[in-house]
Every structure is written in structure tokens, then in C-alpha cells.
């Protein structure tokens, strides 16, 4: 089946600019999850999406905020830009909590994305 | 909140030699995963481990859950070249899943 799928896989954009990134989980995956991932702070957890409802937050500021559409869709909106955001930003889906298994968590290939 | 922090930070070695990373929560977990991102990719699922004191193996490689379930570790024998990258351990807290630092890993031929 068809594995999670991240658009754009670049971006580059100017300090101030906001920027939105989509992410279309595996088929029949409810759950999502962005992470930021830069050198030197690893993979930072950013918010989580289930059933369109955001069910858990990480420690970022209000500029960053994410949605997730009935299809299990999600996108991630970052605005007013700034150098910092220049990371690497992952989505992962998984399947609903009782199925994990032996499964994890399945990422994307990310968007790459500099702030210039 | 929770914090998962690994060490070594990286790790050269030479191929054939043994590795580990060693992994520590600040909080008791429910289950630990494993990842390994190749460089330039993303992460991979590896492992899921949920028992106190589980110990699980995928060909040369050997994941330990810790009795207290606030650590875990992974053991790879015999490196090969195709095992170069970041290896990532990652907690649950409630429902989100917390990443660790990771353990870069270089192995030359």
C-alpha cells in the first residue's frame, strides 16, 4: 500500500512568510503526527492529529499550528517565518491505538524547508 | 516533561566491531520503538518492545527493554556498512510518542 506522502519535498521562503506543508497518511491511518527536525534539537514533537481533532501539543510557539481534514489529511501551517524554522519537517501516521502492534509509526520523507 | 536522552552522541567503529546505544527516559514508559534514519532519509520503524525486562533480535541486532521500563538498549554485533546512521529510541507519554537525542553511528570498511 501506499505510504505516507509529504508535499512539497522543498520550500524555500523569505523571514515573515508564512508556509503550509500537507501530509496524506497510509490508507486507513487516523493518527498524525508532525515532528521538526533540525542538527542540533533532533526530533521535536509538534502536534498530533486524530479524527480531525488535535489530541496532543509539543513545546512550540502559536505560530505553528496544523489541521487535519475527514480524509485523515493534514497540513501544518508555520507564519511570520523565521531563520529558525529552517528544518527538516517529518509526518508520520499510525494506525488507532489498540492496532500499534508491532507497527510504529511510519514517516514520510518530509519537506525540507529554509527560511532565508 | 518526559525526557528521552541516548548516548553515545555518535559512535565510529570499525566494521565487524560491536555496537551499542544506550537509551534512558525520565519517566517510566508503557513501550519503547527504535528507529534508524539512513542519512538523508527518515526515520524507519524498527522495534516495538512493552515488556519489563524484553529482549527481542532481528538478525544481528538486539533490543532490550530495562526491568523498570525507563531504559532500553540496542546492541548490533558485527557491523556492517549498511548500518550507518542515526539510531533513535522513542518513548510514549500518554499518547504522543517522544523521540530520544540519537546515536549517530559511522562504520568504516
Known amino acids: 500500500k501506499a505510504g505516507v506522502t509529504q508535499t512539497p519535498r522543498y520550500l524555500i521562503k523569505t523571514r515573515g512568510q508564512q508556509v503550509t506543508l500537507s501530509c496524506s497518511p497510509i490508507?486507513?491511518?487516523?493518527?498524525v503526527s508532525w515532528y521538526q527536525q533540525t542538527p542540533g534539537q533532533g526530533l521535536q514533537f509538534l502536534f498530533e492529529?486524530?479524527?480531525?481533532?488535535?489530541?496532543n501539543k509539543g513545546n512550540f510557539p502559536g505560530r505553528f499550528s496544523g489541521r487535519q481534514f475527514s480524509n485523515s489529511r493534514s497540513e501544518m501551517n508555520v507564519s511570520t517565518l523565521e531563520l529558525g524554522d529552517s528544518a527538516l519537517y517529518l509526518c508520520?501516521?499510525?494506525?488507532?491505538?489498540?492496532?500499534?502492534?508491532?507497527?510504529?509509526?511510519?514517516f514520510g520523507s518530509g519537506t525540507r524547508l529554509t527560511v532565508v | 516533561g518526559q525526557q528521552v536522552m541516548q548516548i553515545p552522541q555518535y559512535q565510529h567503529v570499525q566494521e565487524g566491531e560491536d555496537f551499542t546505544t544506550y537509551c534512558n527516559s525520565s519517566t517510566t514508559l508503557s513501550n519503547i520503538q527504535w528507529y534508524k534514519q539512513r542519512p538523508g532519509g527518515h526515520p524507519v520503524f524498527l522495534i516495538q518492545l512493552v515488556k519489563s525486562g524484553e529482549v527481542k533480535k532481528q538478525k544481528r541486532l538486539t533490543f532490550q527493554f530495562g526491568e523498570a521500563k525507563k531504559n532500553s538498549s540496542l546492541h548490533i554485533t558485527a557491523t556492517q556498512t549498511t548500518d550507518v546512521g542515526t539510531y533513535f529510541c522513542?518513548?510514549?507519554?500518554?499518547?504522543?510518542?517522544?523521540f530520544g537525542t540519537g546515536t549517530r553511528l559511522q562504520v568504516f570498511p
Open positions: 490508507s486507513g491511518h487516523r493518527s
Open positions: 522513542a518513548g510514549r507519554d500518554t499518547d504522543k510518542l517522544i
Open positions: 492529529y486524530f479524527s480531525e481533532t488535535q489530541r
Open positions: 508520520a501516521s499510525s494506525p488507532p491505538q489498540g492496532q500499534l502492534g508491532n507497527y510504529g509509526y511510519t
